[in-house]
């Protein structure tokens, strides 16, 4: 039997850690928070957590690229920042310092790859966009 490891066990396929400010929907109701990260109902609500949070990098933080999305995902100070990004950038097909357009199909790819990197959660990218569909995010 396959052991699950957090991000899996918490529904967090992008380890998205947890903060008491962000009140995300479908945050698990009686244990939003395991170990620092969030614990979603769905895995589709983590997906959903994730596609509002590139969003906001790049509204927000001018992280429009994957490389400056990932350099704040995942500081040096934290990981290996370069071989996540050439990782990342591989399994997705993106060049690291390709704008990253809030509706466009780059989000996907990027979420569906970052996703493996984080957790080993495989999606493909056109379903991280129907979820954005039908989450209207």
Known sequence: METLNLGQQNRNPLNIR???????RGLHPTTPNVRGFCKFISVAHGYRAAVVLMKNYIRHYGADTPAKIIARWAP???NNT????????????????????????????????????????????????????????
């Open 76 to 78: 040096p100070s934290e």
């Open 82 to 137: 370069r071989y996540y990004i050439a990782a990342v950038c591989g399994r997705s097909r993106l060049d690291p310092n390709e704008t990253i357009r809030i509706d466009g199909p780059q989000i996907g790819r990027l979420i569906a790859a970052m996703a493996r990197q984080e957790t080993g959660m495989t999606i493909q990218p056109e379903a991280v966009d129907e979820l954005r569909r039908q989450f209207g995010v």
């Open 18 to 24: 947890y903060n008491a400010r962000n009140r995300w």
